[in-house]
């Protein structure tokens, strides 16, 4: 082919005794796409992977041809060979089988009547024994009120188990309420990401409630299930969590603002200021026992915006703390 080898545009294996088709994939010779491994100038964007045809490159299945009549025959070929072959018969059942069945028919009519003989004389017992569950129940009627009649004295106890246990975080049972909140965005692995206030409430320090800005003067409301009493206050003053991204860390603590000193708000209109350190743990105070449904948290001073890669000049709470005892 003009002094120049010819080479498969498949797998690119060179052309040797002049034939159309590939010695080594079957495939047409001339025939496109070009592999683009064999030719890097031809490319292509969806990397897609090409199938070549089962006929250039797999014989095709060969069906037996028909059987050749024997010398001298007059019949001519044809597909005898091809005929299917009679089933056998099914033999029919054999005289062991009938009296087999025979047999097994006398041993059920003799046990059967064993049984009912049996049954009638000695089902005395078993009879009387069946009987005495029903007997109780005439009884244990006049001890349904000695039930009722107790259960009144089960609350009376609840209270005193609540009122005298430890003291319990019940900021997961409160409803988290703010004025404003960031928008949502998506992680570094795509995942949505939102910055509600109930993120405060649920127990985890790799969530967080975050507002663009600086809140100073942002009021957020914690409304308890019940009136409880409190006597330890306290919050995660930032967005502690790190992340990852092409092996680099983004410290969100560090980055966004973070809380420096808040008031504790409560029903009876009291309230208490709480300091907090560059510390992304939770960081509380305990308080004069306080009797509230609801605590409010005004913000009173915020960190400037952080620095570096992670750096967003947003305010961010992570989780509060509120320990006390209900009822």
């Not at 087999?100 to 089902?123: I, N, P, Y």
């Not at 069946?130 to 039930?147: C, D, E, Y």
Request: aromatic share 6%; with cysteine; charged share 15%.
């Amino acid at each position: 082919m003009d002094g120049q080898t010819e080479r498969c545009a498949h797998c690119g294996t060179p052309s040797t005794d002049g034939g159309r088709f590939c010695i080594n994939c079957g495939a047409e010779l001339g025939t496109e796409p070009t592999n683009p491994r064999i030719f890097p100038s031809a490319t292509d964007t969806a990397e897609r992977v090409y199938d070549v045809p089962a006929p250039l490159y797999a014989a095709p299945a060969v069906s037996p041809g028909p059987v050749a009549p024997p010398p001298g025959s007059s019949t001519p070929p044809g597909p005898t060979h091809l005929a299917p072959s009679p089933r056998p018969r099914r033999a029919g059942p054999g005289p062991g089988l009938w009296v087999g069945v025979a047999a097994a028919m006398v041993v059920v009519l003799v046990l059967g009547g064993f049984l009912l003989l049996h049954g009638r004389g000695g089902g005395g017992g078993p009879s009387t024994s069946a009987t005495p569950p029903i007997v109780p129940k005439t009884h244990s009627s006049p001890s349904s009120p000695t039930s009722s009649e107790s259960s009144p004295t089960a609350p009376s106890s609840s209270p005193s188990v609540q009122v005298t246990g430890p003291p319990t975080n019940v900021a997961g049972f409160a409803q988290a309420s703010a004025p404003d909140h960031a928008p949502a965005g998506v992680d570094f692995g795509g995942r949505p990401v939102t910055y509600v206030a109930a993120n405060m409430v649920d127990g985890r320090n790799d969530t967080c409630w975050r507002t663009t800005g600086d809140a100073t003067g942002m009021e957020l409301t914690f409304r308890l299930d019940q009136p409880t009493r409190l006597t330890r206050l306290g919050l995660v003053n930032g967005y502690a969590k790190i992340a990852y991204s092409n092996g680099r860390s983004y410290d969100w603590y560090k980055g966004n603002r973070r809380v420096l000193s808040v008031e504790w708000i409560f029903d009876d209109g009291s309230s208490v200021t709480q300091q907090f350190g560059d510390d992304r743990g939770m960081q509380q105070t305990a308080i004069h026992p306080v009797t509230t449904s609801t605590v409010r948290v005004r913000i009173t001073s915020v960190s400037p915006p952080g620095k570096g890669r992670a750096a967003r000049d947003d305010t961010a709470i992570s989780e509060v703390l509120l320990l006390g005892r209900t009822g």
